[in-house]
């Protein structure tokens, strides 16, 4: 079955019209043709017995020709004698000429001596009688034998079936034509881009439309709520905690050194908040059309420039995507963030193909157990058993917003096992 909707319709549109066609050809001209053509060629069996039994009757070779000639001019028939060299040797017909099957049948029935029958075009007809005397060669009009040709009919049926087969495809593509720009609307949606859609077609069709847009607006509403509480919580927890801050390093006391450390994990957690908030305010930012090797370089060598331990392993392919380049380069850099912190160093590869970008960064750390991958794209998931955490202090957002990045430019975030480093590998995967 096609997969799309042009296709299925296509189908659905032309087998019953194809089918109803050949049925009713098929059947007409079995009922009617064959049977005005039994009809009318019982008759010219009479006449050919009658001309027979004129020619056998004359005394001798010109009597026979007198008497014909005179019966032929009654019965519109052009006969002559012809030589025995002259006669053919089988009967003839085109392979489109369905009643003269009918024809060559039921004058052999009628008369079992009547020699070879040609039937040449749709006009004529011609036979060969034998007689006491020769052979006659009778040539008659083919509307005397049988109705007009019906593959004429069935050109026509076919010609006009074509015709309207069109008209109602290009009806159908106008009736189909919302469809595809709610799906183009949905896609671009589910991909973070907004595209101006407005409801059109069928009733139905609008519905689906107008419900699509109070989804969108919906969506889009908690997407916009969460940023704002986000970003207001986090805002406001930072002054006190600064003048907390500033308290703990005039305090001369000793013991405020646990203090200090507990005021420095709650920064870091404002931090991945305001981070987390600021994803959903990237997304809605316009993508750029950027070559995708060199744009990956540059994001390896800012984070080398700052002193990682991250090197471009392979770029594999040339071309350009359209990507937000601020919201690849935060999932990247946590990807690059994660592997170094886990995994003491990170490498990065790059393959570019005809309709996908791969972003592959390996570590040498302990990686992710198999069964605990799906789970480690979840917000605030923490591994404890597949990760040290005394070697980072992050609160488990990185991955899940480098997930969700990916999700939202058409793609998906993979963990895997490094066959070359033998820690983690995230494959970024992303559609051209």
Known sequence: MPRSLYGRAALILIIPVVTLQFGISLIFIQRHFEDVTVQLTGALVHEFRLIQDVANGAADHSEAGIKVANISKSLNFRIEFVEENAVPTSDYRRFIDITGVT????????????????LPNDGDVLTYMPTNFGTLEIAFSRNR????????????????GILMMVIAYLFLRNQLRPIKRLSYAAEAFG??????????????????????????????????QRTLILSGVSHDLRSPLTRLKLALSMSEDANTVAMQRDVDDMQRLLDEFLSFARRDIEEGLEAEEVEASAFVSAIVLDCADRGEDVSL????????????????RRALE????????????????????????????????????????EEALKPFVRLDPARNQNK?????????????????????????????????????????
């Open 392 to 432: 980072a202090t992050g609160v488990g957002l990185g991955l899940s917003i480098a997930a969700d990045i990916a999700r939202a430019h058409g793609g998906q975030l993979r963990l895997g096992e490094s066959k070359r480093l033998g820690g983690l590998k995230a494959e970024m995967l992303l559609a051209r």
């Open 313 to 328: 392993f392979q770029a594999t392919g040339t071309g350009t995507i359209d990507i937000k380049t601020i919201a690849i």
């Open 145 to 160: 034998a049988s109705a007009s040709n019906p593959h004429q009919l069935i050109v026509w049926t076919i010609g006009l």
């Open 334 to 373: 946590n990807l690059i963030s994660n592997a170094i912190n886990y995994g003491h160093k990170a490498e990065v590869s790059v393959v570019v193909r005809e309709k996908s970008v791969t972003i592959a960064v390996e570590d040498a750390g302990a990686g992710i157990p198999k069964d605990k991958r």
């Open 191 to 224: 991909k973070g881009r907004h595209l101006p859609y407005r409801p059109s077609g069928a009733w139905e069709v609008r519905s689906a439309g107008n419900a699509f847009l109070e989804m969108r607006a919906r969506i889009e509403r908690h997407i916009e």
């Open 103 to 118: 024809v060559i049948r039921s004058l052999r029935a009628g008369i079992p001596s009547i020699g070879p029958i040609l």
